[in-house]
């Protein structure tokens, strides 16, 4: 398989495109960002790494960080954290408060910003919030194997500028008693956490530890990396995860930057950046760039 | 790998089971089915079959008849069927109304019975329900390469005479502009189809032509396959298909009558029944079996 | 007072009027229906009569029928009824099904339309739904001393068939228990109800067995008028019955055919009729005329 | 009619009452309020007062503020308060959350928690909290005629430490843009505002303003007390509004303190208390004996 002449012809052809979605408003260095941006990397567990065009240009992957929050959680509370946080798909919009009413604070899954929320309350265990952040930074650059992953603070200040559904959010759950920490501290945190810059090509690097292939980073147990896929699976692009899974068959995250960090387990990293956005919050290009690359490799789970 | 001894292990363990969940009894034919059986069977494409328990007892499929319907709808309609019905997890219990609201009479997913019904309005196509029913088991057949399966006439009566909650779905649909055919009659089809009795060896014949395996009986395109495979991973269990994901990591769907069908992509079908029924109305034993033949063979998609 | 006064100001001020709402046209009959008609009427109990405009045209009463057969179903089961439909506002529109969902199949009102089919297949009580329409008609025309007030048969066959969410909704009660008799012969006699064809003279001097003056026809107890009154001021208008409380502070009750009518409890029997419906489905020029008329009086209960 | 035989057959009546209803416990302070206290007090125009009970031990009005605040923030801002808070029932518990997904924020009426917080919030109008709290008092002394009206601060201070929900409600409207304040100042007045200790007499008194009848304080317009008692009516009881109405026939607005202050229309001001709630949250033997009041004066609106 050629996947440098593949990752071409997808380069090639989103270059073409016309329609390419909706950059995100919400804060002003996302809004500020060139809708013409397109980046892609495929990582490989050997070593090999395969880009099309700005796959080293740095972007602010925003939810994608909940994937790494996630397995921190994991790691410090075990299965634990499922009493505090579900694991189904939500039906909802990713940043709904509906259904926390219906289930009385406990959000559905870690992935709509409720539930990463509560993860990232879990993930603090009784640690500062800057002691968190360390300890994430170094999980990702050891997931990436590079160290030039930072925080962007303008980014932060702008999320905590504007976060007040997030703060509606924490303190329903805080009234419902599933606030460990201080609202504040725990939304410190966070949105901090949502402001790590990365490029496609640490990023798809930083996958890889969620194939399980052999020559990948083993930062989680092989039962844990599993089920972290399937929440990837069934939760990863709100309530556009049964559309990807339907298109692409994969793994994914996605970020409202316009970033989607994909599993091809057993044998690839991938990630993908363009800043428009579809009608469901996650990128229009980049879900077609990595249907795409699906496609050609064969690569979908369902195959 | 042994799969004989897998199996083996997995009736073992389910015979000393002593919570086996609760028989659904909503009509008295399920209701009177015997907590203490349990069967499981896998099929292989090259024709090799292993099985445990009572894997030769016929059992209602209910359910899990929405994955054939949709392969059939499909096939008649091709993708125009999602402008009738969505392709994501509902958030909501099986058999709600809430959603068909918000979304105007649009049901999530075809494999709630709303969805359900839509698709099955949608097969009929301008045939009498008789022709639909025929078509539809001999596609089952075919797939299951053994002519003695048939519908249960019982049972579907006693659909027919406690379906109030289904007419209430359709009608909705209905006044929504989303039923082509008369209610009563996509309804009769709908009901007779939920009555197929087939056991575990048909059933997991059945899901081979979804694992894409050389050998398989090639029924549907490989995009169609993977997308049905996607369907049942992402809604294939109702509100609990987010957990049938974590703990086993395979596409399959589930049917009140306690039975399950599981799809593990190129390389096996897999049926299991056990009567008892979990809190999200899912096969309790029937989902426990999978999890251990998911984690013994390492097939989870996840992995 | 100058009652003949403030209608000739009334009416003259909505002859003016040149944003006269929009006339129903979910059946034909309605839609048909000249939105420049416009009439109002007022009764005293001591016999006085006050008209303006088309006063004496017949129009379909749809909705306002509920109040009759709520004062029916009282007289049949008295207070039993409230086990099988609440007395609270719904916050919804009135033909939603979210909240029947919400609450098991008990409608939170009679004047919603699931609370009126509870309220009409109560009131059949074992009877066909000829004996029913019968007394009903009976009781409407025993209020308005008239007995030239009949069922409209092609509205009622119109309503039968765009029936589909009445149909919905019943079908759901059903299956939650809160049906007694088969959902077609209720809907049979809901559909009938429903086509009443009065005019604002007649459903103004119908509307005085509400007031409890001295005079007026005793149909009901003193603590029932009260407690229908309620309902009316309470969900009369759906869910703007707060703006029509707000605005006019009189029991009231609505009909998408473009009628209101309305209790000034003590004092006067009073009917409006203006085709043009407000976004929350209530007449327009009859809720801005019903204002003017109670400010004019200074009848509002909360004055 | 002899007002104080009925109060005094009223006492009579709650002494004996075994099933008193459930005393609030989310406040220490309320939780440790005897059960057993009943007390109430009608205020008639004419200066006359009559009382029964527990008739002049303060207790906590909590909600019922919510009546004073409104009539602030409407001789501050008028009918534009409508357009940031609306004025139909909610169909939901007190605190719910979910209507004001639907509706982007704005709240469905000034007597649920979060209407109440959009009113205060108007009401504040550029002033700090002090001054508004200063003013409040200033308008409840006003209306009661006694100067001896104080808030409590150990009850603002535990709301204040409680008060998580609130701020989920207050951070929710502030990200849909419906608050002119920082949160935490609006919050501050409100938790101080809801702390206000009265007696029944105090109350009573308080109520006058609302009946215009001549010699009561005119302290608002007509139509303003008009629409007030319109809002008490159809939302002064959170989710039991309908059975008040029914039962009552009065406008009236309840605190989680267990105190009522009721509005006879052109008779009397009306305040009961009794600590002991129903499951909606409205004090039990209070609706209880109001009903009685109603019933034996022939006070209600509806007759």
Redo the contacts between chains.
């Keep these: 398989m050629d996947i440098a002449a593949i990752l071409d012809d997808i380069g090639a052809a989103m270059a073409r495109a016309t329609d390419r979605g909706r950059v995100a408003t919400y804060i002003p260095q996302l809004a500020r960002v060139d809708p013409a941006r397109f980046g892609m990397a495929v990582a490989l567990p050997d070593g090999r790494l395969f880009t099309t065009g700005d796959a080293a240009v740095p972007f602010s992957i925003q939810s994608i960080s909940k994937v790494f929050t996630l397995a921190l959680a994991l790691g410090r509370m075990g299965d634990q954290i499922w009493a505090r946080v579900?694991?189904?798909?939500?039906?909802?919009a990713f940043n709904?408060?509906?259904?926390?009413?219906h289930e009385r604070g406990i959000p559905?899954?870690p992935f709509i910003n409720a539930g990463a929320i509560v993860t990232t309350d879990a993930a603090l265990a009784g640690h500062a919030p800057r002691e968190f952040l360390g300890e994430l930074l170094r999980f990702i650059r050891a997931a990436a194997g590079d160290d030039d992953i930072h925080i962007n603070d303008r980014i932060a200040a702008s999320e905590q500028a504007t976060g007040?559904?997030n703060?509606?959010?924490?303190?329903?759950m805080?009234?419902h008693g599933n606030m460990v920490n201080p609202?504040d501290m725990t939304l410190g945190a966070y949105f901090h956490q949502c402001a790590v810059d990365m490029t496609c090509v640490q990023l798809a690097r930083a996958a890889l530890f969620l194939t399980?292939a052999p020559g990948a980073p083993a930062l989680v147990s092989?039962a844990r990396?599993?089920?972290i896929?399937?929440?990837m699976?069934?939760?990863g692009h709100y309530?556009?995860?049964?559309?990807f899974?339907?298109r692409v068959?994969l793994?994914g995250k996605s970020g409202v930057g316009g970033g989607i960090m994909v599993v091809a387990?057993?044998r690839a990293g991938i990630a993908v950046w363009s800043p428009g956005l579809n009608a469901q919050g996650n990128s229009k290009l980049g879900t077609e760039s990595v249907e795409m690359l699906a496609r050609a490799t064969g690569w979908?789970?369902?195959?």
């Design positions: 579900g694991r189904e798909p939500s039906g909802q709904s408060i509906l259904q926390l009413e559905r899954n007040d559904l703060r509606a959010l924490a303190y329903f805080a009234a609202v399980g092989a990396r599993r089920r896929n399937a929440m699976m069934l939760c309530d556009a995860s049964g559309d899974a339907y068959g793994p387990p057993g979908s789970v369902f195959d």
